[in-house]
């Protein structure tokens, strides 16, 4: 059965640094999206993604964040200036239509 | 807007006994609902949809849960727990425009527990 996948699974930076997180989603999947869950709360939506632009975002989802499809498969999420508050688990979803298939996730630890 | 609600932040069954985890939803339009399990140190898995269908809703590993418009509710259930369902539980709405895209609202979360 097709799955999302991630990587990578854990990820320990710095605070100021740029991480990216990288998803590949399911293949025939139009739609792409990620979400985060800080440790100990519920998880929120980040963006959604479809047709190469930006369909949605949150108030989460300020300038030091960014989404691109750079190729066929891939879908990544950049955080250009981490802060300590990032750390949290980050899943990416994918759906064809309305119903969302979420990968295994990554784990960002900032310090 | 929408929100969710889950009533419940534990529950705490034992193994071949009933499970009930509740949900209830607010939303300005006729949404879609879902529930998804995350096991321990694992993703996010559906469990079962509601898509203004039948409104009861059958699942994977024998779960199942009831939209009840009148109740804004959309509890799950499973009529008997093995250890294996020991994992947390979200509700989650979606606002159902018709497409994709929507972002996805999640609840708080039950964790569910299993005693032998």
């Known amino acids: 059965e097709p799955e999302v996948t991630q990587t990578p699974s854990h990820q320990v930076t710095q605070m100021g640094q740029e991480v990216i997180l990288r998803c590949v989603p399911i293949?025939?999947?139009?739609?792409f999206y990620w979400y985060r869950q800080i440790l100990g709360q519920k998880v929120e939506f980040l963006v959604s993604f479809y047709n190469n632009e930006i369909s949605e975002k949150s108030e989460i989802f300020d300038d030091q964040f960014s989404v691109e499809r750079p190729d066929g498969s891939n879908f990544t999420l950049k955080i250009r200036s981490t802060k300590l508050e990032d750390s949290a688990m980050y899943f990416c979803a994918s759906s064809y239509q309305e119903t969302q298939y979420f990968g295994p996730g990554t784990r960002l630890l900032v310090l | 807007a929408q929100s969710v609600t889950q009533l419940d932040s534990h529950v705490s069954v034992s193994e071949g006994t009933p499970v009930l985890l509740r949900c209830n939803y607010s939303s300005s339009y006729s949404p879609s609902l879902f529930w998804y399990v995350q096991h321990p140190n694992k993703g996010l898995q559906l469990l079962l949809k509601?898509?203004?269908?039948?409104?009861l809703v059958k699942g994977i590993n024998g779960f199942e849960a009831e939209f009840k418009k009148s109740e804004t509710s959309f509890h799950l259930t499973k009529p008997s727990a093995h250890m294996s369902d020991a994992a947390e539980y979200f509700c989650?709405?979606?606002?159902?425009?018709?497409?994709?895209?929507?972002?996805?609202?999640f609840g708080k979360g039950t964790h569910l527990i299993i005693q032998p």
């Open positions: 293949s025939n999947h139009l739609y």
């Open positions: 509601y898509t203004s269908a039948a409104t």
């Open positions: 989650v709405v979606s606002r159902n425009s018709g497409g994709g895209a929507d972002g996805l609202t």
